[in-house]
């Protein structure tokens, strides 16, 4: 599959599927939620690594988006200051971006509603970062407790943020796939016998949906 297909085939899967077709370490902290805009983005990751506070190279960084990108920064998650803005929301629509997923805290919360910009962050602070212009952009990072590389397949809702590496994928797909439809088959087999099984034969079945 192109990337372009694998972005639609993974825009029809939720995060707790995807997370169950792939397994274990998949998923970004709890704390890295939706906070603006379209509550569902997937895309491919363009990752910045900033030491944690600083952020004027992530403006560097919005330069080079794409339109399937998500911009993942990767800021330590440090919530004493802001990596983010909404000029830098403003700046990245332009782009034609999905979103930005950030280990750390972003600002003026109104400004980046009006420019509707997604944002998934750790939360909101009035403060400032510094402007030393160290870092590196994409390159591997650890976003969220979760390993990210450039390209990787970015989904996140309202459930969470899921990172999926490139080569595994169709792998994952498959395997949600599986989970919704013995999912499916149970629900059916509840809902058609009127019964909820507590046996242990019946826990072991449930225990594989």
Same mark, same amino acid.
């Given at each position: 599959?192109?990337?372009?297909?694998?972005?639609?085939?993974?825009?029809?899967?939720?995060?707790?599927?995807?997370?169950?077709?792939?397994?274990?370490?998949?998923?970004?902290?709890?704390? +890295?939620?939706?906070?603006?805009?379209?509550? &569902?983005?997937?895309?491919?990751?363009?990752?910045?690594?900033?030491?944690?506070?600083?952020?004027?190279?992530?403006?560097?960084?919005?330069?080079?988006?794409?339109?399937?990108?998500?911009?993942?920064?990767?800021?330590?998650?440090?919530?004493?200051?802001?990596?983010? %803005?909404?000029?830098?929301?403003?700046?990245?629509?332009?782009?034609?971006?999905?979103?930005?997923?950030?280990?750390?805290?972003? %600002?003026?919360?109104?400004?980046?509603?009006?420019?509707?910009?997604?944002?998934?962050?750790?939360? $909101?602070?009035?403060?400032?970062?510094?402007?030393?212009?160290?870092?590196?952009?994409?390159?591997?990072?650890?976003?969220?407790? $979760?390993?990210?590389?450039?390209?990787?397949?970015?989904?996140?809702?309202?459930?969470?943020?899921? $990172?999926?590496?490139?080569?595994?994928?169709?792998?994952?797909?498959?395997?949600?796939?599986?989970?919704?439809? %013995?999912?499916?088959?149970?629900? &059916?087999?509840?809902?058609?016998?009127? +019964?909820?099984?507590?046996?242990?034969?019946?826990?072991? &079945?449930?225990?594989?949906?």
């Amino acid at each position: 599959m192109t990337t372009e297909e694998i972005l639609k085939a993974l825009a029809d899967y939720s995060t707790p599927e995807l997370c169950d077709g792939a397994g274990l370490y998949h998923s970004m902290h709890h704390e +890295i939620r939706h906070f603006v805009g379209k509550n &569902k983005i997937i895309g491919t990751a363009l990752t910045v690594d900033v030491p944690s506070g600083e952020g004027a190279i992530i403006a560097d960084a919005i330069l080079k988006l794409k339109e399937h990108d998500v911009l993942v920064v990767a800021g330590k998650g440090n919530c004493d200051c802001s990596y983010w %803005r909404d000029h830098r929301s403003i700046c990245a629509a332009m782009m034609k971006a999905q979103g930005v997923v950030i280990d750390g805290a972003f %600002r003026d919360i109104d400004g980046c509603e009006e420019a509707g910009f997604p944002i998934f962050a750790r939360g $909101v602070t009035c403060g400032t970062a510094l402007k030393s212009n160290t870092g590196t952009i994409n390159v591997p990072v650890s976003c969220g407790g $979760v390993n990210v590389n450039p390209g990787d397949f970015i989904v996140a809702d309202r459930n969470g943020v899921c $990172v999926i590496r490139t080569d595994e994928a169709e792998s994952v797909m498959k395997g949600a796939m599986d989970k919704r439809l %013995r999912q499916e088959t149970a629900t &059916k087999e509840i809902r058609a016998t009127g +019964i909820v099984q507590t046996k242990v034969k019946s826990r072991e &079945k449930l225990n594989k949906i």
